[in-house]
């Protein structure tokens, strides 16, 4: 494995070639590229991730796809999803968050959003009986 700036490796071995860690700017043109490869929104996902697969894939140093397209003509949708989620962990593992593992990640997203629903009680408790939040279908 090709190791980076922070030590850490910047490639991954698959069956198909290399995957390397992208920028965030190269993750960022991946996800453009995508959406405009989908035509709605349950194709967005799989249009996103072949874009990504088709920036982060190389063989003997050089890209296995053109472009995401050429991905998405070229891969089964298995193998787009396998290769996505060898990346996803590759990122997490060698391009780790600042607020730590994902179990503390959890605990502030679960924190963040009670603390929003608290800020209703009290004074403005009157106000939110006036108008209470819908359930069902129809919200």
Avoid: Y
Avoid at 5 to 12: A, F, K, T, V
Avoid at 19 to 33: D, K, N
Avoid at 54 to 81: K, Q
Wanted: aromatic share 4%; with cysteine; charged share 35%.
């Amino acid at each position: 494995m090709e190791r980076g700036l922070l030590d850490g490796p910047r490639r991954m071995k698959t069956d198909w070639g290399e995957l390397g860690l992208l920028s965030a700017r190269e993750v960022l043109e991946a996800r453009r590229e995508g959406d405009g490869l989908a035509r709605d929104g349950r194709e967005r996902a799989l249009c996103r991730n072949a874009c990504l697969i088709a920036r982060a894939l190389t063989r003997r140093g050089r890209p296995v796809f053109e472009d995401g397209e050429a991905a998405l003509n070229g891969l089964r949708v298995e193998e787009i999803a396998q290769l996505s989620d060898a990346w996803a962990r590759f990122n997490r593992e060698h391009n780790p968050s600042p607020l730590g593992d994902g179990e503390e990640i959890r605990r502030r997203k679960k924190a963040w959003s009670t603390r929003v629903m608290s800020a209703f009680s009290g004074a403005c408790s009157g106000c939110l009986a006036l108008c209470p939040p819908r359930s069902g279908r129809n919200r």
